[in-house]
């Protein structure tokens, strides 16, 4: 693993990223593919087509369905789903948060109940780093508990002291399942998350604990679930100085294209969410002048494509008009057509962003790209 910071403006930090799958340039956006697939019919050659760098998976539902055992027997999660770039996997704890009245969760681990079928399911920190390395991932994300962020102070003290224990557990399975014959990725990489809800006080302590182990690379978990976006930008603002500025800084399940912006101003330069996707196979797509509603009327006779001058398969060939009839009549190609937008929409966002930092105006090009999403 090799994180070289190339340029910094401010805060924002302009990286490259050498992993055992390639080299990613940062700050960057992982598309998130949950079972090994982007909803939206997207596939690996898609990704790619559409500027691509790291590709999400979800360790529970993988475990659950197909089942990690029979992925490794196949040869791991890139030759599973075709796809020779980076692959970071979440740990299951963000399903400790939101699997709330499926499970139970002790010292040793977490008792789910499966939203699949309802048979019990058993994940602490061992069983968690023993799934992502039967799935062979780049990333893997340690196991935590990520606390309601309105839950009492108490609580969260007590979740996110259990959380470095945890912690202290995956890196020493790791270590040990990296030194086994059978083992898929020997050169896999652990991250470390941050909790801490948006008490800034439990915040910043646990980031000093975390920062002095030495991991891969440091998270920020437990934002973006129901905090105000000022709540998560001040939390943003106290945590990350003291997280290490030589690893990679991750906001976990981040966000809108005015989050990211927001984050990478305050030192974040990896992020994940479920909106491009989800908002495209709902008609809703992201411009430079704001986001559109495709199956609105007044796009019922539109000649135009969904941005002018946007080069995403979607653009190049369509009208706003054919993908809102496509939407309307349940067309699966309308729902791809918007999902391969919105995706490269961030990408390319994400590009135009390592630009800005590395010719030093990236206070400019935020402003300038917020005020045009805002229609200002």
């Known amino acids: 693993m090799e994180y ?8 924002a930090k302009r990286a490259k990223f050498k992993t055992a799958h390639g080299t990613v340039q940062t700050p960057l956006f992982m598309n998130v593919g949950t079972v090994a697939a982007i909803k939206g019919a997207v596939s690996t050659d898609d990704l790619k087509a559409i500027k691509t760098q790291v590709q999400l998976s979800n360790t529970y539902h993988l475990h659950v369905r197909t089942g990690d055992k029979l992925i490794k027997q196949f040869g791991g999660l890139h030759r599973f789903m075709n796809w020779d770039r980076p692959i970071l996997t979440d740990s299951g704890g963000f399903q400790v948060f939101s699997l709330a009245g499926l499970r139970k969760i002790k010292e040793e681990g977490v008792t789910f109940q499966s939203h699949i079928d309802g048979r019990k399911i058993f994940m602490g920190p061992e069983e968690s780093m023993q799934i992502q390395s039967n799935l062979g991932s780049t990333i893997a994300m340690a196991f935590d508990e990520c606390p309601p962020s309105r839950a009492d102070y108490g609580y969260i003290k007590n979740s996110v002291d259990r959380t470095t224990r945890w912690l202290h557990r995956c890196r020493a399975e790791m270590d040990r399942l990296n030194r086994l014959e059978d083992t898929i990725n020997k050169e896999q990489l652990l991250f470390g998350i941050n909790q801490g809800g948006v008490v800034e006080e439990i915040r910043i302590r646990h980031a000093k604990e975390i920062a002095g182990l030495g991991l891969d690379g440091y998270a920020i978990g437990g934002l973006a679930v129901g905090e105000s976006h000022e709540e998560m930008y ?5 945590t990350v100085p003291h997280l290490p500025q030589d690893r990679p800084t991750y906001l976990m399940g981040v966000g809108t ?13 990896f992020f994940d969410c479920v909106y491009p996707s989800r908002n495209g196979r709902h008609g809703h797509v992201y411009t430079n002048k704001g986001k559109l509603n495709l199956f609105n009327q007044k796009y019922e006779l539109d000649p135009r494509p969904i941005e002018e001058g946007c080069p995403c398969p979607a653009c190049r060939s369509y009208s706003r008009a054919y993908i809102r009839h496509l939407l309307k009549a349940k067309e699966m190609l309308g729902m791809r057509l ?5 995706l490269y929409f961030y990408n390319t966002m994400m590009e135009e962003i390592r630009q800005a930092i590395e010719e030093h105006r990236y206070q400019e090009y935020k402003e300038r790209k917020i005020a045009g999403m805002l229609g200002q």
């Open 234 to 238: 001040r939390i943003l603002d106290v």
């Open 257 to 269: 294209p005015i989050n990211i912006l927001e984050a990478v101003d305050r030192g974040v330069d």
């Open 338 to 342: 918007c999902v391969l937008h919105n």
């Open 4 to 11: 070289r910071i190339l340029a910094r403006d401010g805060r």
